[in-house]
């Protein structure tokens, strides 16, 4: 939790008031931490597994918004924006452990530290400007180039070698995710495939090619 971008700046003993009110919870696969529209309490921090961050549509599908990973937090944004109710449900695609932050007492925090909100400020910039690029490229860009670029986020910037990436989610959850239909996604990972550029163990896959890859989404 002291490396929580969140909680970095907090002095030792702030630190531990956070600590005293937190609880960490493990949850099995396809477990619900909150629901859509349900009272906002804590802010969390996935400690391990994986949560898909989900909203109903009208016509009662679901789509994913977000799969969290390890080390990222989420529903800040709501304490933020003084919200009362999550926007979106939570739910684990994995075994989880996850930490709960009391909200009311990390705001007490906000309105004793400008540094941590500063720090915070940062991070929610941060998830904006991701989300500004999201929308273009789940608008812009067919589903080849989004399966690519989703890919190669989960690997460093600077690497050029074969490298494995394991999805973090069913495909059908990422398929939501891209905004794709799951055959369609099945369908463009074999393409992949077929070219050389990716090899498929289920849901392992190894990139083989990432230099080509990148070319792909630089167009």
């Excluded at 550029?197 to 083989?208: M, V, W």
Aim: proline share 3%; hydrophobic share 40%.
């Amino acid at each position: 939790m002291r490396q929580c971008v969140l909680l970095q700046p907090l002095e030792a003993t702030q630190f531990d008031q956070v600590i005293e009110t937190s609880q960490a919870t493990q949850l099995s696969e396809n477990s619900i931490l909150f629901e859509q529209g349900s009272e906002f309490t804590h802010i969390y921090l996935l400690i391990s597994g994986g949560i898909k961050l989900q909203r109903l549509a009208p016509n009662g599908d679901e789509k994913v918004i977000e799969i969290i990973r390890p080390g990222q937090t989420f529903a800040e944004a709501v304490l933020f924006f003084g919200g009362f109710r999550y926007p979106v449900s939570a739910v684990t695609i994995s075994s989880s452990i996850v930490v709960g932050i009391n909200a009311k007492e990390y705001l007490k925090l906000l309105n004793t530290s400008n540094e941590l909100c500063i720090n915070l400020l940062g991070n929610l910039s941060q998830r904006l400007h991701w989300m500004v690029n999201e929308v273009d490229r789940l608008t812009l860009h067919n589903a080849t180039f989004r399966l690519v670029d989703y890919l190669l986020s989960h690997i460093p910037a600077d690497s050029y070698d074969q490298v494995g990436v394991s999805l973090a989610a069913p495909k059908h959850v990422v398929a939501s995710r891209l905004s794709i239909k799951p055959e369609t996604l099945s369908r463009t990972l074999k393409d992949l495939s077929k070219q050389g550029l990716i090899k498929l163990e289920g849901s392992e896959i190894e990139l083989l090619n990432i230099e080509k890859l990148r070319q792909l989404i630089s167009l």
